[in-house]
């Protein structure tokens, strides 16, 4: 992930660099790049004095840190860019070259108007590095409702009602489930099994390495996820892309898919009404357990970090968090944000985002919060047994994992979230 390639050895002592006051990012789709521009311009009216404009990254998040790596090393770097919350936030910070950015973090009341389970994600030492942009719900089932109604299914609130639910597709000539090709893609998948056999703060533990792969619980968790999630997967999933799934739900050749609520968007923009043909529910134990992902705006230092600042500042307000969730989908970070903007799905999962107390509580994706090469390996196992259901090549490849994991808090890898 190039992270270890911004290390100190890597980032020795040059001739710096001048900044440019441009904001560096991956979000180039349809959609996500007028989110962007609408994020700019709220930014650029609250701080006319310094202003930013936003430069497409072609790739992903490793595209624009590798850029990032060749700036900081002689080209010209970017007054703020896009990273990941988790364990690549905390990472980058511990280079030295982020600006810690506590003082924007005080003004604009972090503590207060983002969630407890994000709040871990963005601190390192007591001090802040980021300001999210939005977050993105992973733990969702997005269901066709004309196939749920052809078979006369209700929404299924157990595990057991879940497995009925698949047998009633099956029966029916309908694949229950599809994922995507992709390490990342598939653990979407494996965390209401993770979650329903280790609990919220079993799971915080498996996120800090605390958890053995080959131990009791983790056995079991694949287990659950074997025989309720990926024995119904759709034959083709292995090589299919995330929105390949949701044309395929569309179709109504797949009656149900756990995936981000970017599908939500994908499926409005392509002619579906959110409660009217799609709508989603919660896997069994995630009713009240939101699992995210969020994409965190930094500010690297230099001379004009101040501009930097300034957007963070910008881009923490419920009116820059409005115009970036309308256009993108998903939710707003801030969870003081008008659940006006949302549509009845949406407004749905911002609700129970924003909720406190009485069980409710928000995990951000496992697989960015491991150690960065560590998560890869995790997630190619649950693809691998995804698609192979093979019992002894899994237990062979947990005590593979157990061993590294070992040696990865040996090596003090994991971070204390």
Known sequence: MLLGAMGAAALAPRARARQVPEFWHYLGAPGEIEAVKALMAVANSKYPNTPITDRVIPGSSAGVRQQVQVSLMGGVPPASYQLSAGYELRSTAATGRLAEVKDVWDEVHGDEIFSEGLRRTLSLSGSAYGIPIGVGIISNV????????????????????????????????IHPLTSAQGPSWTTYQFYGPLISTLGVDGCWEFIRGNVAFNGPEMMRAFRL?????????????????????????????????????WASAYMKQR???????????????????????TDVAVVLKGEVQDTGKNFLRAIATPEAQEAFAKIKGGTAANTRTSAEIYDVLARRTFEKLGRSGDGYTTIPNPY????????????????RFAAQQDERALVSAMNTLEGKRQQLRREDKFANF
């Open 142 to 173: 997005f269901y066709n409702k004309a196939v749920f109604n052809q078979l006369k299914l209700s929404v299924p609130t157990s595990w057991d009602e879940f497995g009925e639910v698949c047998k009633a597709l099956k029966a029916a000539g």
């Open 225 to 261: 996820f074997g025989t309720q999630m990926a024995a119904n997967f759709d034959p083709t999933w292995t090589g299919a892309k995330w929105s390949d799934g949701v044309d395929q739900m569309m179709r109504g050749r797949v009656g149900m898919y756990c995936v981000g609520d």
């Open 368 to 383: 960015l919060m491991l150690p960065t090469g560590f998560n890869i390996e995790f997630g190619t196992e649950v693809e």
């Open 271 to 293: 002619g579906w009404t959110p409660g009217v043909e799609y709508d989603l529910f919660y896997l069994p134990d995630l009713n009240k357990v939101s699992i995210t992902q």
